[in-house]
C-alpha cells in the first residue's frame, strides 16, 4: 500500500448538490489531503463540454486529477483513494469477506441509492414528478439497511468504511426527494456515527431541503 501524500492538491471536479462528487469530498477530507475543488455547473451542462470530456468520455462529475492520473466514477475513486492514501488500512478491508462486503454496498450505492433516493431528490430538485415506484424502491432500500444497521454501527463492518462514504450523502439528503427518514432510527444514528467523524463535511443542502423538513 502506497500511503505518500500528494506532491500537488488533488483536483475534484465537483458541483455542490452532487451526492456521487461528496462522497469523494468527505472522503479526501476524512482523509486530511489537500484539495482544490473546480466547480462543474451540471444545470448548464458544463459537463458535456469537451474539455470535460476529454477526463471523462461519459459527461459525468466527479472525475480527479492526482498528479498524471486523471479517474472517474465516485465509486473507483473510492477505492483509488483508499488503496493510495489511507494509512490506516481500514476503509477498504483487505480480507476477502470485508472487500466482498464493501463491494456489495458499493453496488447498491451504484444502483438502488442512485436509481432510489437520488433520482427521486432530483426530480424534486428539477420540479419533475416522481414515479411512485421509485419512492416505493427507496423505503425498500432504508428498510433493509435499517434492518442491517441494527446490527452493527456500520453498513458493512463495525468500523466506517467506503461503503458508508458512498451511501451517506443521497441517504441524508433523501427526505428532499419527499422520502423521509422517521421511519427508520437504525438509519438515522447511522448517520449521525458518520457526521460524528473527525474532519466531516456535510453536503449543501438544496432548495427543496425546507419543504421537505
Not at 451540471?42 to 480527479?64: C, D, H, S, T, Y
Not at 439528503?173 to 421511519?183: F, N, V
Amino acid at each position: 500500500m502506497n500511503t505518500t501524500r500528494p506532491a500537488a492538491p488533488i483536483r475534484l471536479y465537483h458541483h455542490a448538490l452532487s451526492g456521487h462528487v461528496h462522497r469523494v469530498e468527505l472522503f479526501l477530507t476524512l482523509l486530511d489531503l489537500p484539495f482544490e475543488k473546480i466547480t462543474i455547473d451540471v444545470f448548464k451542462r458544463e459537463q458535456r463540454n469537451p474539455a470535460f470530456l476529454a477526463r471523462n468520455p461519459f459527461g459525468q462529475i466527479p472525475v480527479i486529477d492526482d498528479g498524471e492520473l486523471t479517474l472517474a466514477d465516485s465509486n473507483a475513486i473510492l477505492v483509488y483513494l483508499a488503496k493510495r492514501y489511507d494509512a490506516s488500512g481500514c476503509w477498504l478491508p483487505e480480507d476477502p469477506v470485508g472487500a466482498a462486503k464493501v463491494q456489495r454496498w458499493l453496488s447498491v450505492a451504484a444502483d438502488q441509492l442512485a436509481n432510489g433516493p437520488a433520482t427521486a431528490r432530483v426530480a424534486a430538485l428539477v420540479g419533475r414528478p416522481c414515479d411512485d415506484s421509485i419512492v416505493k424502491e427507496s423505503k425498500a432500500l432504508f428498510e433493509l439497511m435499517n434492518s442491517e444497521l441494527g446490527v452493527q454501527p456500520f453498513i458493512a463492518a463495525a468500523a466506517p468504511t467506503i461503503a458508508d462514504l458512498a451511501l451517506y450523502a443521497y441517504t441524508a439528503h433523501a427526505p428532499e426527494g419527499g422520502i423521509s427518514l422517521e421511519p427508520y432510527p437504525n438509519v438515522r444514528a447511522w448517520l449521525a456515527r458518520i457526521e460524528a467523524l473527525p474532519r466531516f463535511v456535510g453536503m449543501q443542502r438544496s432548495a427543496t431541503a425546507a419543504s421537505a423538513a
